[in-house]
């Protein structure tokens, strides 16, 4: 309040034709309310002194009195001022990033977070709407975010954490231990493994002589393995 009297007050009265004969003896009541609006629009220090540079400027066109409202929105900086492009430029952006540079590592250069946020709300409706359809909801979640940038209320864009590639860029499968072998070594790995598995084959074909019975082909008494077998001693 206090402020208001001693900076704005004086401004008023000097180019404003009408504010002393309006509110003159109210002028208290009025710098309440120019306060109060002030503070509901979140309007600080610097922003009241861009409001009172706009005064000043508009005078040679306008020198009547702005209403508190008014006055509030001469506070309030413009996009050029914040650095945010304009609807086109954005848009363009927001293509740019989701068409031709998609496939880059690096993040595309926004030049705002306005075009940030636009991008992370909408962008992909690039690929499952028509253009005009998507060119609308870019449009309507522009107008949306200056108004938030314009108000102060832009929350500050913070990026995914970055990609961090693995210090050894070797296969995995080379980090565990295992070798890549050359064709020479891996076709005599594979000789090995199939002569290996022919040896298996032939010895499970094999009947072991340990096995046969008394008499038969192979045993170390015949002679003796036909007795038993008749039971009488041969002649």
């Known amino acids: 309040m206090m402020i208001l009297n001693s900076e704005l007050k004086p ?14 003896e109210h002028s208290d009541d009025v710098m309440r309310e120019y306060a109060r609006l002030l503070i509901h629009h979140k309007i600080g220090r610097k922003g009241l002194q861009r409001g009172i540079n706009r005064l000043r400027l508009r005078a040679a066109e ?6 508190p409202a008014e006055f509030a929105e001469l506070c309030k900086p413009t996009i050029e001022e914040l650095g945010i492009p304009d609807l086109e430029t ?32 909408v962008g992909y409706d ?10 609308q909801r870019v449009s309507r979640e522009y107008h949306y975010l200056v108004k938030q940038a314009i108000a102060g ?13 693995p210090e050894d860029d070797r296969p995995t499968y080379e980090q565990w231990g295992y070798k890549t072998l050359s064709r020479e070594e891996a076709r005599a790995v594979i000789d090995s493994l ?13 009947v072991g002589t340990s096995r046969r019975g008394p008499g038969i082909a192979g045993s170390s008494n015949a002679n003796t393995s036909a007795e038993q077998m008749t039971g009488s001693k041969p002649e």
């Open 62 to 67: 306008n020198k009547f009195t702005p209403n």
């Open 153 to 165: 209320q832009l929350p500050s864009f913070r990026n995914a954490l970055p990609h961090k590639e």
């Open 11 to 24: 401004i008023l009265s000097i180019y404003c034709v009408d504010y002393a004969a309006r509110f003159g």
């Open 126 to 135: 690039i690929h499952q709407t028509s253009d005009a359809e998507w060119r």
């Open 194 to 206: 199939l002569k290996r598995n022919r040896t298996d084959n032939t010895d499970r074909g094999r």
């Open 90 to 121: 954005a848009t363009y952006e927001v293509r740019e990033a989701r068409t031709a540079w998609r496939h880059k590592k690096a993040p595309y250069p926004f030049s705002h977070d306005v075009c940030r946020f636009i991008n992370l709300r």
